[in-house]
């Protein structure tokens, strides 16, 4: 059964938020942004993908530093959106060394 949404409450809601400092603003979108990351043992190596994908961060990561675009990876990867590359690139830019540390091991092997 679907839940009617209240508008009053989203409304209230997106009030409060343009309320927040900035700086609160920036973390909210992080810890949303992280929400949408998970690792899960067995599944892709266990590396952080996509929530409700199999796609590594860091393979998005090793595309585009090799050239590919966003419409590339849209194309090649059906089931993304331009939001969810923003959520690979946000988390990449939090986590960096160790995303690097995966792409090196892998173009080692």
Do not use: F
Not at 3 to 20: H, K, S
Not at 28 to 38: G, I, N
Not at 48 to 58: D, Q, S
Not at 79 to 94: F, G, H, I, P
């Amino acid at each position: 059964m679907t839940q009617a949404i209240d508008y009053q409450r989203v409304t209230a809601l997106v009030e409060a938020i343009d309320a927040l400092p900035s700086e609160e603003q920036s973390l909210l979108r992080q810890m949303l942004a992280t929400r949408s990351v998970e690792s899960t043992p067995g599944i892709c190596g266990s590396y952080a993908r996509l929530k409700g994908t199999r796609i590594p961060i860091w393979t998005l990561v090793s595309l585009r530093n090799q050239g590919a675009d966003h419409a590339e990876l849209l194309r090649n990867y059906p089931t993304l959106t331009l939001e969810k590359l923003q959520v690979a690139w946000d988390y990449y830019d939090r986590h960096r060394e160790e995303t690097d540390r995966i792409i090196a091991s892998h173009d080692e092997a």
